[in-house]
């Protein structure tokens, strides 16, 4: 019974952070760099960035959340409940009243930051090192270690990590990743958001613009607000202490 118990934690933890960051990251600004990057810059590169900044930054959300452990689970828990319903409630105002042209105005906003971003790069960029745009790799740079060394570690993925980093310290997501963990099993939640992230990063280094120009910003805004009600409702059936 136990066993069983631990595995309907761990999944409900999976599925409750994987959709939960699905529907966060969706024409976010994480997703827009990304999207941006990839068309032109390595996709290789990008993702990699992207995505070794998104998995550290779960791991460490969600290790905050289960460090609530000296609070009684059943506050931690209702505690977080509250949230998923004012978060809920936040997302559906925010999309009843989101403009239909929000995704482009957020593409053509994270466009502009990535293009002064970029310049400042070739600034720093000595005159007689090339940066391969496929690759991202620094040619002509110093010696064959360095050289072999950016071929691993390209400067467009530390770009990408250092971007998507920035990006999502304080995001919503960043957010939900924590009050999940502290209600639910943190490795359902950690592995639920990982794949989430990966899932959302695939389609933005994929896609490029064109995906992001299609997607309705307002619509999963508001689809997202249904869904963390949806789980804000769950503690209705739920015991916290058998969680």
């Known amino acids: ?25 969706l024409g976010d600004k994480t997703f827009f760099i990304a999207a941006i990057m990839a068309m032109k810059y390595s996709r290789l590169s990008v993702f990699g960035g992207a995505i070794f900044a998104l998995a550290v930054m779960t791991i460490l959300s969600a290790f905050v959340g289960h460090a609530a452990v000296f609070i009684p689970r059943k506050y931690t828990y209702y505690l977080s409940t509250l949230l998923f319903v004012i978060f809920g409630l936040k997302l559906i105002k925010e999309g009843y009243y989101m403009s239909s042209d929000e995704g482009q105005e957020e593409l053509e906003e994270v466009s502009a930051e990535l293009k002064k971003r970029e310049e400042n790069m070739n600034i720093e960029v000595s005159a007689a090192s090339t940066v391969d745009v496929e690759s991202g790799a620094i040619r002509g740079a110093g010696s064959r270690l360095r050289r072999y060394f950016h071929l691993i570690v390209s400067p467009i993925f530390i770009q990408a990590f250092v971007l998507t980093f920035l990006a999502e310290w304080g995001d919503r997501s960043q957010i ?39 997607i309705s910003v307002r619509t999963v805004t508001l689809i997202g607000g249904v869904v963390f009600l949806l789980f804000a409702a769950t503690a209705l059936f739920q015991d916290p202490s058998k969680i």
């Not at 066993?3 to 933890?13: C, E, Y």
């Not at 989430?196 to 280094?205: D, P, S, Y």
Request: glycine content about 12%.
């Open 1 to 25: 019974e136990s066993k069983s118990a631990n595995d309907r934690g761990f999944t409900h933890g999976f599925v409750a952070s994987l959709s939960i960051i699905i529907i966060s990251e």
């Open 176 to 214: 939900m990743t924590i009050v999940l963990a502290a209600r639910e099993d943190i490795s359902g939640v950690t592995i639920g958001g990982i794949l989430g992230h990966m899932l959302c990063t695939q389609l933005a280094v994929v896609g490029g613009r064109m995906l992001a120009q299609k």
